[in-house]
């Protein structure tokens, strides 16, 4: 094969080019941001993410970028198309990125004088987006029959930010719908040189391949959700432990421990989105996906019921401050799309409660967002030392290291959201108060 170009240099785009190119192939990337084209023609990360540089490291020669889409057909025999696919108001996915892409490949198929290309649609698209759109767009332009001249497949990624490069090497499953047994095949084949273990190879239709996408994160946020509700429910009744509960029900095969934990309220570019675009393609079938609206639902919940807890321990003082520890949706991320942090640092200011926030790595997009409206500091102790009540937002392992000497306000109240603080350090005066366990008025560190 001649080798591998990926349209999209972005969070997932540059993670694959990079993995595709580390494992020996010769990946051209293809992206209208001249800065990670740019990035990544002098060797370096155009995006943060763990592990990503040292891909890029390993590549060596074999991984370069260009923003001519020529080339990318002329070099490749594949191309996986990895750009953004925002959500619309009703739900479903937008192609826009996506078209305007396809677009030029598909003209630039045209002039080529190659027998066949392979397509790889990577970014969400809303089911029957492929068949529908994509295919008859690349039809048209390079004036070439699917299964003929080229294939398509639609193979998405079950990837979380902060963990890319590893999940992208030793996945679960790698999903394949496919045009064709050929087209198939050779994605499969790339795969299989790419893939650290054996994952499971789902190969089906390219509908059941889009259906699948969006109905697994679906799944997964109901999974979140119902353990919030066990979460809040543990809250109120004395003894209830969540992590007692969640523990033994993930120890059942028919529900497995993985996103079982209870906490904040799921966040970031696909969750929240793959589940809403799940009801409204449920919607558009005249089928009422009632879990998926649910589930929205309880997420959103999730936030109000961290407020009131908080206002209860603000309890009508003024100047008072509350520290934020993490704002990205999860730890090692900058990415702040959606994370329930955010909402809860915009429901506070707009109560005119000061906020800090410490975020090492998503501190500028979360400045972008409040400007001047909140502080920050550069360590958990600054952070600390500003406010009287504390909101542990992400389980960051960073955060389990806080003890009572982290302490300035005699008596600060601990929100922790994932119960990772060692409640027997904080000393005496600290309140701590752990979402998805029940809290008295003797809930003093110390007692
Ligand atoms: N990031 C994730 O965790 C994740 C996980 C699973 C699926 N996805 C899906 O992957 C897709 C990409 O997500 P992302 O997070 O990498 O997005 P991103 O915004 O980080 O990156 C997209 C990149 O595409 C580039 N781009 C836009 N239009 C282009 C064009 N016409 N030609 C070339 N480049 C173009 C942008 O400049 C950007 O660099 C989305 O559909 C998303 O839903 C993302």
């Known amino acids: ?12 785009g540059a993670c694959s ?5 580390a494992k020996g192939f010769n990946v051209l990337g293809v992206d209208i941001n001249k800065d990670f084209v740019n990035a990544i023609n002098n060797g370096n990360a155009s995006v943060f993410e763990p592990r990503l540089q040292e891909m890029i490291d390993k590549a060596e020669s074999r991984l370069t970028a260009t923003r001519s889409y ?32 396809l677009e030029l490949l598909a003209e630039a198929l045209k002039k080529s004088t190659k027998a066949y290309h392979l397509f790889v649609i990577t970014s969400t698209v809303s089911p029957t987006a492929t068949d529908e759109l994509l295919i008859p767009l690349i039809e048209r332009l390079s004036g070439r029959k699917l299964n003929d001249g080229f294939g398509v497949c639609y193979n998405p990624e079950f990837i979380a930010l902060g963990s890319v490069i590893t999940n992208f090497l030793n996945p679960d499953m790698v999903l394949i719908g496919e045009s064709s047994k050929e087209a198939g095949s050779m994605l499969e084949s790339i795969y299989h040189k790419v893939c650290e273990n054996s994952p499971y190879i789902a190969r089906m239709s390219i509908i059941s391949g889009e259906i699948t996408k969006i109905s697994l994160n679906s799944y997964v946020t109901m999974k979140i959700s119902y353990a919030n509700t066990l979460a809040n429910i543990c809250e109120k009744i004395p003894g209830a432990d969540i992590d007692s509960i969640s523990g033994a029900l993930g ?3 028919r529900i497995s421990p993985y996103y079982l934990k209870g906490g904040l309220g799921y966040g970031g570019p696909c969750f929240p989105r793959d589940n809403r675009a799940f009801a409204a393609f449920a919607a558009e079938h005249g089928v009422d996906a009632k879990l998926a609206k649910t589930t929205d639902e309880i997420n959103l919940f999730q936030v109000d019921h961290l407020i009131d807890l908080v206002m209860s321990h603000v309890n009508g003082r003024q100047d008072i401050s509350v520290s934020i520890l ?58 600390l030392e500003t406010s009287s009540i504390c909101i542990v937002a992400i389980p960051s392992d960073e955060f389990k290291t806080i003890d009572e000497s982290y302490f300035m306000h005699a008596e600060t109240t601990v929100i ?19 979402i998805g366990r029940f809290t008295n008025e003797y809930c003093y560190a110390g007692i």
Do not use: Q
């Open 326 to 383: 993490g704002a990205a949706y999860k730890p090692d991320t900058p990415v702040v799309e959606e994370s329930p942090a955010i909402a809860i640092i915009s429901e506070l200011i707009k109560k005119n409660i000061k906020v800090n926030v410490y975020d090492p790595i998503a501190a500028e997009n979360v400045r972008a967002i409040f400007r001047e409206c909140v502080s920050f500091s550069s360590t958990v102790r600054e952070c």
């Open 416 to 434: 922790d959201c994932w119960r990772i603080l060692d409640k027997s350090r904080l000393g005496n005066k600290i309140k701590y108060i752990a």
């Open 1 to 12: 094969m001649k080798g591998i170009s990926v349209i999209g240099l972005g969070k997932l």
């Open 17 to 21: 080019a990079a993995c595709f190119a």
């Open 70 to 101: 020529e080339d990318a057909i002329d070099e490749s025999d594949v191309t996986f198309l990895i750009v953004p696919t925002p959500s619309k108001e009703n739900g479903h996915f937008s192609n826009k990125y996506m078209l305007n892409a």
């Open 251 to 253: 120890a059942d095969k």
